[in-house]
């Protein structure tokens, strides 16, 4: 039976882009070897916060390789793989090379709206091909259907390669449901910074984290606190990011920890459109939280 192996800190890997709009993978480098020096736990690499539905093929394949020369084997990968036709993520599953990848990260479908036994269909479908343990990815705000906690239980009870979900509903009632049903061998993960503090409290183990592309050490601090029971100290490192956690998404994501690692030198501030950079006056307002954060 598969175990979870992707806990702690994990990183929503940004995708940095030179002046000119290309892939600066030079960039990128520097900011993976930045994460692991920074206590990250494992990386989520070409999901969201990558900006992976403006990337091509050929640039992933790059993206991912260039990561795992840096990473050498030292904190597990995490990859995505997702999408609204089934038959297609399948394919998908079927002609990528996997080496060197940990796990696969799969999005509820999105935009054609499934319903839950729809949802149940596809992920045990995706999960009787996939060649690696599965992480589902709920996120309702991004795709507009959520996937309710009977139906993530029922899919981890069945599947034994399905080892977690990355639960982004902003419910911590659902994430509670979830917690007290699931089986031994399936865990939670937070995929909503602002709530990763509650909902590690609750039993979740780990994030896959927007923000920590730029304050890793802060954050995993947080989070190891809080493993060790330590919840007081945690809870004051929580309230100091609070401002900062609605800043962050009010113009998008990644627009603003983009903004952000501009601002600490690792990054241009370049997206590709439908996206663009995050406004001048929520750039400053982050930079300004920013400076009273570094502890």
Known sequence: MAQNIFRGLGIALITPFTPEGEVDYKALAHLVEYQIDNNADFLCILATTAEAPCLTREEKDKITSTIQQVVKGRIPILKYCGGNNTRAVIEEMRSTDWTGIDGILSICPYYNKPSQEGLYQHFKAIATESPLPLVLYNVPGRTGVNMKAATTVRLAKDCPNIVAIKEASGSLEQVDEILKHKPRNFEVISG????????????????IS????????????????????????????????????????VDGNPAGVKALLNDMGFIENVLRLPLVPTKIETKQRMADIVKDLRF
């Open 210 to 249: 927007v923000i920590g592309n730029a304050l890793p050490k802060e954050f995993s601090r947080m989070i190891r606190l809080e493993f060790n029971g330590e919840y007081e100290a945690a809870r004051k490192i929580h309230h100091k990011f609070t401002d900062l956690y609605s800043l962050l998404f």
């Open 192 to 207: 909503d910074d602002a709530l990763t503090f509650s909902m590690i409290a609750s039993g979740a183990v780990g994030v």
